[in-house]
């Protein structure tokens, strides 16, 4: 028996050998890690203090922080309630400290009132050095109380809200239309027509017209010709009620008109606020810059849009000229038209629905303002104006060179019976030089036509391949007269 109770424990003795042996060894694992932990944690501890002692210097000198002192506000001394103001003999108490001199030479109220403005002796309000939100200093005087409470707080200004920002910018828009809005007026258009059953009708619709001079008899406007070309009448409309207005000059190339109406029978009320628009630059204009549509940009009178111009790189070919193009965000329009006017009140560009040809004809495009100068000033004085003939491009510097060219413009179309046509410039020809003058561009061609008058004989330097080959002429081209018979 005692020999089968050994065996049995002998079987079981492994099983408990192994169970207590595996317990202490996991608690001594445990204890093991935690202390390493512990010990890991004070070494890293240790260290990292060490590295920001010694690396805290250098750092700061690396980022430039050495030097740098944060501003702190002086204190100010707050009276004591119940403290005798002056010293034992009467006179005020003094100070140590130094007192600034008073600002701009200005007396206190107790020497302001001695005879002949000699100090009494009277201190001056002591000046602080307060630190503004925006960490500029500004000079508070301190221990002046305006309302005579005692009190000597100076109330910080009151910080502007978004919403009353966006107030002010679009109470300072308003402010531009108002002042513009003057020198808009309504052109009333009527045409007559016969319809299919030869029944005569008559169709009226409107535009904007831009007051552009006035004289003691007469109001010069300027509108965009295609709305007036096919006019039967043409009249100012003012509170509802049309003046007759009549066809002065025009440009068809340009698409403008000057139209003229009498100033006797206008009301005095619309005379005495009527003004002669501003011309700005329009050469000037970047992207991004904001900016005004007026007039009826989307079709409805007296209207108006904001938006900024979006690009300013196009460029149009007319009749011996080119004109620069730029667009804008504003809402564009089948029967709108009007003026882009810049945040200083000045007009800078005309908006125009037949100079689109080539470009985005969603996009609201205007015609820049200082092109035009010159040839609305000569359609609105009646001067002639100067006909060559000839539709052309700019030619790239790559392509001069390759022809051994340092200038010259590309004669793309030669207008039937002009002044060019009779000369026999033709179509592919390059204008290297006018009356000895180089010629760059189409700007610069145009610029030299206007320094001459109708009916002058100007010498032209063409150059010309014929049967690929290529070879310099002269030609006399006799100037005519644009818009008349030539």
């Known amino acids: ?14 099983i408990r050998e192994k169970v207590v042996l595996r317990r202490r060894s996991r608690i001594k694992k445990m204890v093991w890690s935690f202390g390493f932990t512990v010990f890991l944690a004070a070494v890293f501890g240790i260290v990292a203090r060490a590295m920001f002692l010694y690396a805290d210097k250098p750092l700061k000198h690396l980022l430039g922080f050495v030097g740098e002192l944060s501003p702190t506000p002086t204190p100010r001394d707050t009276p004591t309630k119940g403290a005798n103001p002056s010293g034992p003999t009467g006179e005020p108490e003094r100070t140590n400290t130094p007192k600034p001199p ?18 009494t002796g009277a201190e001056t309000p002591e000046t602080s050095i307060t630190i503004s939100p925006s960490g500029a200093e500004e000079n508070v005087p301190t221990g002046i109380d305006p309302s ?53 009708y008559e169709t009226e ?5 831009v007051v552009i001079g006035q004289t003691v008899e007469e109001l010069l406007l300027l509108v965009n010709l295609d709305r007036v070309q096919s006019a039967s009448r043409i009249s100012l409309t003012v509170d509802r009620e049309d003046y007759e207005a009549q066809l002065l000059n025009y440009d068809r190339d340009y698409n403008i ?18 003004k002669v628009a501003v011309f700005g630059e329009s050469a000037t204009l970047a992207v991004g810059t904001p900016i005004l549509a007026l007039g009826n940009p989307n079709g409805y009178m007296g209207s108006m849009d904001l938006g900024v111009v979006t690009s300013r790189q196009s460029v149009y070919y007319i009749t011996d000229n080119s004109v620069d193009l730029f667009n804008t965000s504003t809402m564009d329009s089948e029967d709108g038209d009007g003026v882009i006017v810049n945040f200083s009140g000045e007009i800078v560009g005309i908006i125009t629905r037949t100079m689109k040809a080539g470009f985005d004809e969603s996009m609201c495009t205007a015609v820049g303002i200082t092109k035009l100068k010159r040839v609305i000033e000569r359609l609105a004085t009646g001067q ?40 026999g410039i033709k179509t592919g020809d390059i204008i290297t030089k006018v009356d000895n003058n180089f010629v760059y561009t189409f700007s610069g061609f145009n610029s030299i036509l206007n320094l001459r008058e109708p009916g002058m004989a100007m010498k032209v330097t063409l150059w010309r391949t014929v049967r690929m080959k290529a070879e310099e002429i002269e030609v006399t081209v006799k100037l005519g007269e644009r818009n008349k018979a030539n």
């Open 257 to 274: 008109a000057v139209v003229r109406t009498s100033k006797e029978e206008l009301p005095e009320s619309f005379l005495s606020g009527v």
């Open 102 to 119: 008073t600002p701009g030479g200005i007396l206190t109220p107790e020497a302001a009132s001695t005879p002949g403005g000699t100090p």
């Open 148 to 200: 005579g409470t005692g009190s000597s707080t100076v109330t910080p200004p009151p910080e502007i809200s978004f919403s009353e920002q966006y107030r002010t910018l679009f109470s300072g828009m308003q402010k531009i239309i108002h002042e513009v809005q003057h020198s808009l007026v309504t052109i009333t258009v009527s045409v007559n027509g016969i319809d299919w059953l030869d029944n005569p």
């Open 384 to 423: 002639k104006q100067v006909y060559f003939g000839v539709r052309g491009d700019d030619v790239p510097r790559e392509a001069l060179n390759e022809k051994g060219l340092s200038s010259g413009i590309y004669v793309m179309e030669v207008e039937t019976d002009s002044p060019a046509f009779r000369a």
């Open 205 to 209: 619709s409107q535009t904007m017209g």
């Open 1 to 14: 028996m005692e020999q089968k109770d050994q065996v049995e424990n002998k079987e079981y003795q492994f």
